[in-house]
């Protein structure tokens, strides 16, 4: 599992040219911080080897997650009154259809009183509907006069009870509310959008690229992206993530160029996320090491190399791109060797009462 590694002590023997150079580019080590093996296994340790593989370019940008085109829809209200959005009822909250997400009551208003032109409405077509019903069951009137009789008067109550007894805003399919239009309390007129709620099976990433980065536009095919509200990086090719905007079909607005792609939801994304964008390019070989790798002291970047069972240095590394996932190392590790991936915060904590072992001091 170990592959390259500058223990203390070691007078050169057994090391090829491609040792050499390597260990050249690299710091002798300093200090060991040597750990018991129960601490180690205790403190979720881990330490892997650094990789020399495929690593794509990386330009890091702002975004925004969006419904994706289509997938999103408007609630009305049924009535004229007051709107009153149940409670919970906010930006990125979940819906499943048929859930009542707000109340309009007529109670109060304008339109609320029975000399209404509504309350007039029901009351007519109520009266001509009593008047039909005996006639239609003793076959003095066709079924079709009897059916516009019924429709009209439903048509009437619904639009008088509405102005009496209000409505109630009904969810008509299953996502996350991405905008409320209204505010709650406000009046409304029958018919007035309030709300929009977008399935969230397919989102949209709309990343905003500088324009400075305009040659790089035809590469950039996929995306890893953080959430503000999590540590987690989602990656698009894990998500059955696919490009929308095309290489030549792309627009230029106040110096940044607006790059979409599309991917299914896992639940987890809310529409209307503002999140940190890895925009991924042009393939080629580097030396990398997992983001969680690393650790910052006094402006320096860090990585801990393990130097066998248990004992630690801490190494300082300079760093190119990352995609958010792993990070390019330039200079201070080689490939092969061991570095901490997981737990590095409890190592740091740990060197502080670090044991150099016997033979070990420097």
């Not at 170990?2 to 710091?27: F, I, M, Q, R, W």
């Not at 049924?78 to 959005?85: D, Q």
């Not at 599309?262 to 983001?291: Q, W």
């Amino acid at each position: 599992m170990v592959g390259n590694l500058y223990g203390c002590g070691d007078n050169g023997e057994h090391k090829n040219k491609e040792t050499e150079e390597a260990e050249s580019a690299v710091p002798k080590c300093s200090d060991e911080i040597v750990l018991d093996a129960a601490k180690v296994k205790r403190l979720g340790i881990v330490a892997d080897s650094v990789r020399y593989t495929t690593f794509e370019q990386v330009i890091k940008v702002s975004g925004e997650i969006m419904p994706a085109q289509g997938s999103s829809e408007l609630i009305v209200a049924k009535s004229a009154g007051i709107v009153h959005f149940k409670s919970g009822i906010n930006i990125g909250v979940g819906v499943a259809k048929g859930m009542v997400i707000a109340s309009v009551s007529g109670k109060g208003v304008s339109g609320g009183d029975p000399t209404s032109e509504a309350a007039i409405a029901y009351k007519n077509a109520k009266a001509e509907l009593e008047r039909l019903t005996p006639l239609y069951e003793e076959k003095l009137v066709n079924a079709k006069d009897y059916r516009e009789a019924k429709q009209n008067f439903e048509m009437a109550e619904n639009a008088f009870l509405g102005t009496t007894a209000g409505s109630s805003a009904i969810g008509t399919i299953t996502g996350v509310i991405d905008n409320i239009l209204v505010e709650n309390g406000a009046y409304v007129e029958a018919g007035t959008p309030i709300a929009s709620i977008s399935a969230n099976r397919r989102l949209t990433l709309c990343a905003y690229l500088p324009q400075t980065y305009m040659d790089k536009v035809y590469s950039l095919n996929s995306a890893n992206f953080v959430l503000p509200y999590s540590d987690k990086v989602y990656s698009l090719r894990e998500m059955n993530g696919r490009r929308l905007t095309s290489s030549t079909g792309v627009a230029i607005s106040n110096g940044y160029v607006k790059l979409n792609y599309e991917f299914d939801n896992n639940g987890k994304v809310v529409p209307g996320s503002f999140v940190d964008v890895y925009l991924l390019g042009e393939k080629r070989m580097a030396t990398i090491v997992p983001v969680s790798a690393l650790t910052e002291e006094q402006g320096e970047i860090y990585v801990y190399v393990q130097m066998h069972e248990n004992a630690y240095v801490k190494r300082e590394v300079k760093v190119g791109g990352s995609d958010g996932i792993n990070v390019e190392i330039l200079s201070g590790v080689a490939q092969g060797e061991l570095v901490v991936v997981n737990g590095v915060i409890a190592v740091r904590l740990s060197s502080a009462t670090a044991v150099i072992p016997s033979g070990h001091s420097h």
